[in-house]
Nanobody, 128 residues
Framework: QVQLVESGGGLVQAGGSLTLSCAAS????????MAWFRQAPGKEREFVAA????????RHADSVKGRFTISRANAKNMVYLQMNSLKPEDTAVYYC?????????????????????WGQGTQVTVSS
């Protein structure tokens, strides 16, 4: 069983930056592909970014490309989401996710159903 704990959310003005962190409870997470999703009120959960277990492959949603960057530090069992140039439409609960399915191509793993474990989420609110 893997536990994921997000942190780093908060209230920020438009144009500002935040860095989200996701701590995984087990060392096996170092061999797992991981991702960030977000869910705004009244909307479905949507893909934000994904990263392969090695960090060598990443993918970002078009809506955040050039502004957000996913990264990981396997020695610390951590995954990060650096968010710059934040917009009010980025307001959402952000979730960290992990997949144990090593047959999945992380570049195309953009659906919630591709992931097996989820954190509790961290709120990001961007004011205009």
């Amino acid at each position: 069983q893997v536990q994921l704990v997000e942190s780093g959310g908060g209230l920020v003005q438009a144009g500002g930056s935040l860095t989200l962190s996701c701590a995984a409870s087990t060392r096996t997470s170092r061999l797992a592909d991981m991702a960030w999703f977000r869910q705004a009120p009244g909307k479905e959960r949507e893909f934000v970014a994904a990263i392969s277990w090695s960090g060598g492959v990443t993918r970002h949603a078009d809506s955040v490309k050039g502004r957000f960057t996913i990264s990981r530090a396997n020695a610390k069992n951590m995954v990060y989401l650096q968010m710059n140039s934040l917009k009010p439409e980025d307001t959402a609960v952000y979730y960290c996710a992990l997949t144990e399915r090593d047959y999945i191509d992380v570049y195309h793993a953009t659906k919630s159903s591709d992931y097996d474990y989820w954190g509790q989420g961290t709120q990001v609110t961007v004011s205009s």
